[in-house]
């Protein structure tokens, strides 16, 4: 009957064919593994069944009892089907910077894997590398894997040095009912303020300035005093005194880098009509009006500033940034306005150093020879050493002899 059912439908063909070998693949399964042993007493060889994870071989089988397994011991196991009368040790103790997975059991070793944080590099356990500026995190490091970092889309920043933390969208400052007062690039958030002189804290001009001469002397010149105490430079800074309030908003706008740089350009400023205070001021002053008058890169395009961002060292400034300056700066500002967006990026890093490697960088790939010269002019005047050492040594000795500047009595006096 059945018989007829089967040839009449086809689907129940395929049925009674799935059930059969499904039935015959159980059985294949439900069979142990075998292993051949020869009993000493009759010398004949025999299949034994292998002993199931979790067990050892007790007594081999013989040509009338079946193989005999008993549990693996405390801190022993075994993995796998076998015929070995013992199991395996447990590993005692985890890798360095290693935690425990999986404690051990009488089918399983103990599992270790990479503290957070870390991940297995072979056979040890590195540290999670961490994002360089402009970079954001968009996969986080496992037990088994790396970092994943990506440049931040435009709109986005970030300050890098982060195993963790993705690109953070720019500040909208207008949601506030504040100015922008320095748009946000790859590596810095927008700055915003009110709209009276919060601008004169703003720490580094946004390329839409277009007013970069400035900037770069006075960072160049004041690179070497970064590191002198910014309170104790305040209270001993001879001629007018920068307000309180002024130091007060450039702590809340600029970085600690930042701070004694933007405090001596508001001294400089306050005290540039000082007679006595021009021999200090004087150097900043040359160095403007030679970089002011440097127009032999008036014929410098998109390409050559492309060029030159791929030669300088460090975190690379943006394309989308570099197209900003071509079209809202004059061809005369372009290589200083780069320069400036590099140093800003770079703030630890020196500006004609960088010049110098670039220069080496743009002679091997046979740049234009405009760029070449242009480059080599700024380079020259930002690299004056004599300019720099005066500064040094004035501001060191004026911070161990305090008596040397009265900062509280009017110096024309």
């Known amino acids: 009957m059945s018989a007829r059912i089967a040839k009449s439908n086809p689907a129940m063909k395929l049925i009674v064919l799935f059930t059969a070998s499904l039935s015959w693949a159980f059985q294949q399964q439900a069979e142990p593994p075998k292993y051949q042993y020869r009993d000493p007493v ?5 299949l034994c069944d292998q002993c199931p994870p979790g067990t050892a071989v007790k007594r081999h089988c013989t040509a009338n009892m079946p193989t005999e397994c008993q549990p693996c011991p405390e801190r022993h196991f075994a993995e796998n089907w076998h015929w070995g009368d013992t199991c395996q040790y447990c590993t005692s103790v985890c ?68 195993s963790t933390e993705p690109c953070q969208r720019h500040r909208n400052c207008s949601d506030s009912g504040l100015k922008t007062l320095r748009w946000g690039t790859s590596t810095t958030d927008s700055l915003c303020g009110t709209q009276d002189k919060a601008a004169a804290a703003e720490c580094s001009p946004h390329h839409t300035l277009c007013h970069t001469d400035v900037t770069l002397c006075e960072e160049a010149i004041f690179q070497s005093l970064a590191s002198l105490p910014l309170e104790r430079l305040l209270d001993t800074l001879p001629g007018r005194r920068v ?52 127009n ?68 091997s790939q ?40 009265k900062a509280h009595k009017p110096l024309n006096e």
């Not at 490091?141 to 970092?147: R, W």
């Not at 309180?244 to 400089?268: A, D, F, G, H, N």
């Not at 740049?367 to 700024?378: H, T």
């Open 296 to 363: 032999v890169l008036k014929n410098v395009t998109l390409d050559d500033l492309l060029m030159v961002t791929d030669s300088l060292p460090g975190v690379k400034v943006r394309q989308e940034d570099i197209q900003a300056v071509v079209s809202t700066c004059l061809p005369r500002q372009y290589i200083l306005q780069l320069l400036h967006l590099w140093k800003t990026a770079n703030y630890n890093r020196d500006l004609a150093k960088g010049l110098s490697h670039s220069l080496r960088v743009l002679r």
């Open 42 to 46: 009759t010398a004949d060889l025999l």
């Open 243 to 294: 307000d309180r309030k002024s130091m007060e908003r450039l702590k809340k706008t600029c970085s600690p880098q930042q701070q004694v740089l933007q405090l001596l350009r508001l001294w400089r400023e306050q005290n540039k009509d000082q007679d006595k205070l021009y021999g200090i001021i004087q150097g900043v002053n040359h160095c403007e009006r030679k970089v002011s008058r440097c």
């Open 95 to 162: 890798k360095e910077r290693q935690l425990v997975k999986q404690q051990c059991n009488s089918t399983h070793d103990q599992l270790c894997e990479c503290a957070p944080g870390f991940h297995l590099v072979v056979e040890f356990c590195i540290t999670h590398s961490t994002c360089k500026p402009g970079h954001g995190v968009t996969s986080l490091g496992t037990p088994v894997s790396d970092t994943v970092c990506e440049r931040c889309p435009a709109g986005h920043f970030s300050a890098g040095g982060s």
């Open 366 to 405: 046979g740049a234009p020879r405009y760029l070449l010269k242009g480059l080599k002019k700024i380079s020259r005047i930002i690299g004056t050493v004599s300019t720099h050492k005066m500064y040094e040594k004035i501001f060191v000795t004026m911070l161990e002899d305090e008596s040397c500047f």
